[in-house]
């Protein structure tokens, strides 16, 4: 199995701040990387996809970057409705596997 | 506008069968792949399996001696059986959907979620 290996679990932030969550692959996946957000009792939702790509409606704060094993989510200006929690998925390779999630905390 | 919604019971005892199913609106199932993923309390994202809409599967290895995955095309529904069920297996079920032939490939629609507790 591909092992998604995310950090940091936990941050704490202020509105306004610069946030970046990494996401290291146990093995080269490509580009083959998704970017999600979840908010307490919802389904995750898709903000970036093929490691790099905004999906369409979500804010320019957001980005992906990287390729291979190691990717970057960055929030460049955090809002208060983007306190949640992210998760990566590779899905290069069987089984699909998450990384264990990063909670992006009011501080 | 393309929708999932999901149904199935939300509370067994152990041994029993977990059985749940995701109906796909605006959407064919051809082209896809259309998938379980689980949540336990508190925890993170687990990929249990997919189906494609010739009927073809994928199972995640730790599950699949216990997993079926199955489709109704004449219902453009398809279903999640998990069977001989544990405490472990009580987790927020998902339904989603991705690409199969074309990027990209991972889960862009998903379902409302369905809790399933096993308990005695």
């Known amino acids: 199995d591909i092992q998604m290996t995310q950090s940091p679990s936990s941050l704490s932030a202020s509105v306004g701040d610069r946030v970046t969550i990494t996401c290291r692959a146990s093995q080269g996946i490509r580009n083959d990387l998704g ?7 919802k389904a995750p939702k898709r ?11 979500v804010p320019s704060r957001f980005s992906g970057s990287g390729s291979g094993t190691e ?9 208060p409705e983007d306190f949640a929690t992210y998760y990566c998925l590779q899905h290069n390779d069987y089984p699909l596997t998450f990384g264990g999630g990063t909670k992006v905390e009011i501080k | 506008q393309v929708q999932l919604q999901q149904w199935g019971a939300g509370l067994l005892k152990p041994s029993e ?3 749940l199913t995701c109906a796909v609106y605006g959407a064919s ?5 259309w998938t379980w993923i689980r949540q336990p309390p508190g925890k993170g994202l687990e990929w249990i399996g997919e189906i494609n809409h010739s009927g073809s599967t994928n199972y995640n290895p730790s599950l699949k001696s216990r997993v079926t995955i199955s489709l109704d ?4 529904q398809f279903s999640l059986k998990l069977s001989s069920v544990t405490a472990a297996d ?3 079920y998902y339904c989603a959907r991705r690409n199969r032939n074309h990027e990209p490939r991972s889960f862009d629609i998903w379902g409302q979620g369905t809790m399933v507790t096993v308990s005695s």
């Open chain 1, 47 to 57: 903000l970036i996809y093929a490691a790099s790509t905004l999906q369409a409606g």
């Open chain 2, 29 to 33: 199932f051809s082209g896809y792949y």
């Open chain 2, 17 to 19: 069968t977990l059985s």
């Open chain 1, 35 to 41: 970017w999600y957000q979840q908010k307490p009792g």
């Open chain 2, 73 to 76: 095309t004449s219902k453009t």
């Open chain 2, 90 to 92: 009580t987790a927020v």
């Open chain 1, 71 to 79: 990717f970057t989510l960055t929030i460049s200006s955090l809002q």
